[in-house]
């Protein structure tokens, strides 16, 4: 569908490791550790897979391999030291990312990153603050060149330090000082290093530019599931913000001024001040999985093939759902408009007062393109629903 960045995460065992079942159940689970590979996928992977170095492997299209169990220890951190305490591996989950630290990721890397660590956060109870890169946590022992023990190791995944990079992953709380080098455990070997993990300008200090658009589409993945309203900001345009709805009717504008204005009544595009709102006006304004038809148009204009899948939904404007696998090619052509249509989804429900959303779809009630259908009401996605309040009834359309 349209918007490529919206799925959930894809997972694969292509390359799960052998090693899984010699290695040591963690006690405890307190970080989770950020790499990058500095290597191409396919030796990365099988590196990682063949000696059991990572729980995870982000892929460039946004993949997910899974490589060692994450209940077991993976060997993924080697000489480490977080507030005195050695060998993070025992209490740490790694994250490998296919690329290198002195570049950027992917937006589906950082999408797909941002969901994974938000999963394993929930999981274990892992706070922001305590999601690192490698070379953070990693430090060397005396060598010719540092005649005491150091942090500086390595720079390996450095730029998950820098908070512009930590906005993308939906991470805000973060390390302002090395508890190590305060406490004279360690001492810095590497001081541009410390600078892009500490200092307040470390996106500055990066070899690359943390793409703007990327940073828009990673924030509206994680707003999708809130309110619809957005901020312009300082160096953002309206695309940045709306993307394709930017000048669409169902947008709207309203300035510091307390002026509004439709999408399609903006003009000046180039002079939007910062602080303006931008409130995206229905599902279908970001990319939505939802379409909406047309006065005069043919569902297959809109969905081609798809129009008689059994994972196909019609919800008809007076309330009402139809699977498309029930339908006939006259009671398609007579589709209202208005109907919205969801490709590539499963049904569930009714919601009672003993089976609630989060037993309908354990894993997907509350993702951001989930979508509920409450007797007599429009469809809307999850993010717009009261979630204590869900009234009998209602169902679930949530992706297959
Ligand atoms: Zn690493």
Known sequence: MACGLCHALSYSDAYASPRTRERARRAST?????????????????????????????????????????????????????????????????????????????????????????????????????????????YGTPNRWHPRSHRGRKRCGMGYAVPAVRRLLGLEERWLVDPDVRAKRLVVGDVYLSQVLYAKNGEQLLPYKVPRSTAAAAERVVASAGPRTYVIKKGQTAWDVARDAYNAPSTTYVFPDGRRLPGDKVRDWEGLVVGTKVILGDADAAGSPVQTLAKGSHPRRLIGEAVFAPDTWYIRPTGGSVQGSRLTERSLAAMPPGTKILVGYAKGGPVTSRRLPAQICPTQWDAPDTFYLIPGQPLRPSGEIDMRRVPPGTVVFYRN
């Open 30 to 138: 307190q970080f989770i550790i950020l790499h990058t590979t500095e290597g191409e996928a396919k030796p990365s992977l099988r590196k990682l897979s063949k000696n059991g170095e990572a729980h995870y492997c982000v892929d460039r299209d946004g993949k997910v391999y899974r490589i060692v169990e994450r209940s077991r220890v993976a060997y993924h951190c080697g000489v480490s030291m977080w507030r005195g305490r050695r060998n993070l591996d025992d209490v740490s989950i790694g994250i490998e990312v296919v690329g290198y630290h002195d570049r950027a990721l992917t937006s589906r890397q950082y999408v797909a990153l941002r969901e994974l660590v938000l999963t394993l956060q929930k999981i274990y109870g892992i706070k922001d603050a305590n999601v690192m890169p490698h070379a953070q946590v990693a």
